[in-house]
Every structure is written in structure tokens, then in C-alpha cells.
T-cell receptor
Framework: EPEVTQTPSHQVTQMGQEVILRCVPISNHLYFYWYRQILGQKVEFLVSFYNNEISEKSEIFDDQFSVERPDGSNFTLKIRSTKLEDSAMYFC?????????????FGNGTRLTVT | QKEVEQNSGPLSVPEGAIASLNCTYSDRVSQSFFWYRQYSGKSPELIMSIYSNGDKEDGRFTAQLNKASQYVSLLIRDSQPSDSATYLCAVNIGDTGRRALTFGSGTRLQVQP
């Protein structure tokens, strides 16, 4: 079964550094998402992306965050200047049509630790 | 008001019993509802989706939706120790124009052997 692939599985960085989290969505999916989950807390929506542009973003997704689809397969999340509170699991997800009845398929996540 | 609410648990059931997990949501026009299972340190895994009022069965799992009461539930029959996980309710809040899911905080299920 096709799956969403995320790399790296664990990233450790120092406060103030830039990080890029990478994702390869399922090949025939058109809508891409980033979610995060701080340890012990709920899964929170960050941003959705369709047709090479952001279609929706949450309050969490401020100017420190950006997303890009640099080629036909990768989807990246960049955090420009990491803070301690950015430490979390970051999940990439994709769906086929993006309509309300299209379930999200999640990748295995990247655990980001900011020291 | 929280958009998607779940009892955090833990809900403890003996092996072979029925586990009943509940979720309420705030936006009456929400159209689609999902249950995900999340093992500790892992990503959410889709179990069920439901879009219409009533019951939907898939193997040992039954999802129930009552839009009038803004309530969705998940029943797990013949619970197994391997079902021990956190169960996340996710709702597509609002009308069909919003594609991002909003998750509840999850209910931790413990199935005792």
C-alpha cells in the first residue's frame, strides 16, 4: 500500500537554527498537510497546500514557517528560526481530492527537538 | 468552546469486552468524521470514516453518528490487548469548503488481558 514518507525521523537542532522537514506524499494525492503534536497534547493543524499554494493555515503557522513543493514529489516544511516550543512531532499528510470525505493519510512523523 | 471534545480516559476494559469511545463536536454543519488510532510515539492511523447519520461497521469496529446531537462514537467489539492505544476523533469542521481536520485530544484505551 502506498505511504507518505517523512525524513528525517528525528532532528535535533539548536534554538535559532533553521530546519527543513521533508515529506514525499502518496503519488496520486493532490492535497498536502502539515500537522504537529507536542508531547502529550493533541494533533494540531498547521497548513494545507494545493496546486502549489497554501490553501489554509492555522494561527500556529506564522512567519517563521513556510512550505514548498520544490519538485514533483517532495513537500517541505521550513522553520526559519527554531524556538524551544517548536519541539514536537511533525506529521505530513496527504489526501486524494481534498473534499470533505477524503481521509488523511499520515507519514510516520519527524520528531523535532530544539535545544 | 472546544471544537472537538473527547474524554481523555484511560478507559479500561477486559479482553473480549466492548469498548465504547465518544466524541462531541461544536459546529452543527460539520459533514465528515473520522476515527484514528495512535500508538505511543507513532502517527495516527485511520480506522473509520463516517458521513451519514447512523451506524457504519467494519470488522470489529462500528462508528455511530448523530448529527442532531453532534455526537460520534466508536465501538470496538471483542477488544484485544493490541487495541490498547489512544483513539483520536477528527472532524472536518464547518461546510465542505474547509479541508483541514480538527482533532480531539484523544481517549486512551487500555485492554486488560
Amino acid at each position: 500500500e502506498p505511504e507518505v514518507t517523512q525524513t528525517p525521523s528525528h532532528q535535533v537542532t539548536q534554538m535559532g537554527q533553521e530546519v527543513i522537514l521533508r515529506c514525499v506524499p502518496i503519488s496520486n494525492h493532490l492535497y498536502f498537510y502539515w500537522y504537529r503534536q507536542i508531547l502529550g497534547q493533541k494533533v494540531e493543524f498547521l497548513v494545507s497546500f494545493y496546486n502549489n499554494e497554501i490553501s489554509e493555515k492555522s494561527e500556529i503557522f506564522d512567519d517563521q514557517f513556510s512550505v514548498e513543493r520544490p519538485d514533483g514529489s517532495n513537500f517541505t516544511l521550513k522553520i526559519r528560526s527554531t524556538k524551544l516550543e517548536d519541539s514536537a512531532m511533525y506529521f505530513c499528510a496527504s489526501t486524494t481530492t481534498g473534499t470533505y470525505n477524503s481521509p488523511l493519510h499520515f507519514g510516520n512523523g519527524t520528531r523535532l527537538t530544539v535545544t | 468552546q472546544k471544537e472537538v471534545e473527547q474524554n481523555s480516559g484511560p478507559l479500561s476494559v477486559p479482553e473480549g469486552a466492548i469498548a465504547s469511545l465518544n466524541c462531541t463536536y461544536s459546529d452543527r454543519v460539520s459533514q465528515s468524521f473520522f476515527w484514528y488510532r495512535q500508538y505511543s510515539g507513532k502517527s495516527p492511523e485511520l480506522i473509520m470514516s463516517i458521513y451519514s447519520n447512523g451506524d457504519k461497521e467494519d470488522g470489529r469496529f462500528t462508528a455511530q453518528l448523530n448529527k442532531a446531537s453532534q455526537y460520534v462514537s466508536l465501538l470496538i467489539r471483542d477488544s484485544q490487548p493490541s487495541d490498547s492505544a489512544t483513539y483520536l476523533c477528527a472532524v472536518n469542521i464547518g461546510d465542505t469548503g474547509r479541508r483541514a481536520l480538527t482533532f480531539g485530544s484523544g481517549t486512551r484505551l487500555q485492554v486488560q488481558p
